[in-house]
């Protein structure tokens, strides 16, 4: 199969959704002609014209505010916010509003926007455009949130998204754009809530989100060497989760390790770690569930204090290690 990176495959996702429906749309801050701060949208306005992709002033709020107001009209708008962490001037418009349209209307609209943002460290770009805010949104009911750690899931991920009556919030971490990997060319979907198996293994469930599902894999390849087998458990949509692979994961392992970038107070891995330990998955825990988040600090600019901030592969190799060996 041919292989794209994370990026063209979200550019060929967009494509695909645009040329089947002419409801979709794109827009947001140098998504035109200068093809978004990543390129995700390069060439899609000399493909599809400037009433379809189209740059918007520098307001996140007006972002969002006419993504909901282009969906309650019958589109299936895409925003694209610049860096993930600009996200929060668009909150009322997110929390108050899209998240609550449908239910305070009784389901007789809905709200079918995409809202796309990069996230996450490791591009040197400091406190204010590296921040992982996916548990704001996981926080709001009515809000689906999805966390593609791969070029194929990307895509279908993306083409589901769009699809999906409800508005998402689709989280790109910004050093995946480059990685490359298999995407078939059709117009596929993958299922939002369904959680992967992206490695089997017997000794320790290593459940990572995003760019650490790449790093789990790399530490399982490492600890593989040593006789240890991870298994590696890719969420996927933070919200509403497929928790059942999740929890059958742990009830042949016996150990928990739960990895992401975010800070560990309020972060995700503690909402899994309490279904662990709320299922009768906890019955089968043979050590105590571990986490290995960021810091509860501000990304820093230097690049050594930047990688020191957040888990990297040799911290997921010598946790899993130790859960592995007894040594907790």
């Given at each position: ?6 990026a ?58 006419a ?21 929060t ?45 996916e ?69 320790v ?5 995003s760019?650490m ?8 390849t490492?600890?593989a ?104």
């Open positions: 199969m041919r292989e794209l990176t994370y063209e495959a979200l550019r060929e996702g967009l494509r695909q959704a645009m040329s089947a429906d002419e409801r979709v749309f794109v827009m947001g801050e140098d998504i035109g002609v200068y093809g978004g701060a990543f390129g995700v949208t390069s060439g899609l306005l000399q493909e599809f014209g400037d009433m379809r992709v189209f740059d918007t002033p520098i307001s996140e709020a007006v972002i969002a505010g993504c909901i107001g282009a969906a309650l009209s019958g589109m299936r708008p895409v925003g694209e916010i610049q860096f993930m962490d600009f996200v001037l668009s909150m009322e418009q997110l929390v108050l509003q899209a998240a609550k349209i449908r239910y305070m209307f009784g389901g007789k609209t809905s709200v079918p926007m995409v809202l796309r943002m990069p996230g996450g460290s490791g591009t040197g770009a400091a406190a204010q455009h590296s921040e992982s805010l548990n704001w949104f996981v926080h709001v009911p009515g809000l689906k949130v999805v966390m593609p750690s791969n070029p194929y899931d990307a895509k279908g991920l993306l083409l589901a998204a769009i699809d999906d009556p409800n508005p998402v919030i689709f989280i790109e971490h910004k050093l995946l754009y480059k990685t490359k990997g298999p995407v078939p060319e059709d117009m596929y979907r993958v299922p939002l809530s369904s959680t992967r198996i992206a490695r089997e293994g017997r000794h469930t290593v459940v990572a989100t760019i599902v790449n790093r789990a894999l790399e530490a399982a490492t600890l060497a040593e006789g240890i087998e991870l298994e590696v458990v890719d969420p996927r949509t933070l919200t509403p989760l497929d928790e059942e692979p999740i929890l059958a994961s742990v009830r042949k392992t016996g150990k928990a390790l739960i990895v992401h970038e975010a800070p560990g107070t309020g972060g995700y891995g503690g909402e899994l770690a309490a279904r662990i330990a709320g299922s009768d998955a906890f019955d089968y825990l043979e050590a105590p569930i571990r986490r290995l988040t960021g810091l509860d600090t501000p990304i820093p600019y230097n690049r050594n204090l930047e990688r020191a901030a957040v888990p990297q592969v040799d911290d997921i190799t010598r946790e899993a290690r130790k859960l592995a060996r007894g040594e907790y």
